[in-house]
């Protein structure tokens, strides 16, 4: 089993009750402000994210990610929703009414400097290119999350063994890892090395202790933990 469903299976074992909102806030979908210029789509890219399990807020709302939808190139009333802080990305929506889509989403990433990516919402079209890109931005989000439920996890292990022990489990060590993995993945860093586990975690030991933000600082960190406990995992 997964960390959350060993979580939920601790709570549903013994009196938890606290455990229950820290097990929600982990399932908790990424929130996507789904935004854009009348006849671009917008709903029906929205409807696409939520039938793939995302959360699609109204525009202007405190979202996750920001999906500016636009249709055949960027205009000068789009480039207002690019303002602001936060993860973005451009839809590049209907573009099986393009020639060449992949070429015209590269040239508006050159442009805007936010990463455009082609969708066709309205057809049958594989939309994973666009979960990808959303995955890819929301994965510091993930992150964060994931070592913040873990600090109020630790407050109620001090007092609940059984507790205490699945912080310290195979479980959670690589969960977290996967988590930082995804986080350097998305920063274009190459993966952790599955057949030299002993080598990773040592290069990433020393990436945590160099000239990084205290995003990557730690995440350096607990994939050198992970690489350490297959390491162990292969030696037993």
């Known amino acids: 089993m997964g960390l959350i469903a060993e979580l939920t299976a601790l709570a549903e074992d013994g009196p938890r009750p606290r455990l229950r909102p820290i097990i929600a806030a982990l399932r908790s979908p990424v929130r996507v402000s789904v935004t854009g210029r009348p006849g671009v789509g917008c709903r029906s890219v929205a409807a696409v994210l939520r039938d793939r399990g995302l959360d699609c807020v109204a525009e202007g709302a405190v979202a996750d990610v920001v999906a500016l939808v636009i249709a055949e190139t960027v205009k000068p009333e789009d480039r207002g929703r690019l ?138 960190a607990d994939l050198a933990r992970g690489q350490l406990r297959l390491a162990a995992r292969r030696a037993t």
């Open 83 to 220: 303002g602001g802080g936060g993860p973005k990305m451009i839809v590049l929506n209907k573009a099986d009414a393009l020639c060449d889509p992949a070429a015209r989403a590269a040239a508006i990433t050159e442009q805007t400097g936010v990463r455009t990516v082609p969708m066709c919402a309205l057809s049958t079209g594989d939309p994973g290119p666009v979960l990808d890109a959303i995955a890819e931005l929301s994965a510091p989000l993930r992150y964060r999350r994931l070592r913040s439920a873990l600090t109020r996890l630790h407050a109620l292990a001090a007092g609940d063994t059984v507790l205490a022990e699945l912080l310290a489990a195979d479980t959670t060590v690589l969960t977290v890892a996967a988590a930082a993995d995804e986080v350097v993945r998305a920063a274009g860093l190459r993966p952790s090395s599955s057949t030299a586990p002993v080598r990773s975690a040592v290069r990433w030991l020393h990436y945590s202790r160099g000239p990084v933000i205290p995003l990557h600082r730690d995440c350096g």
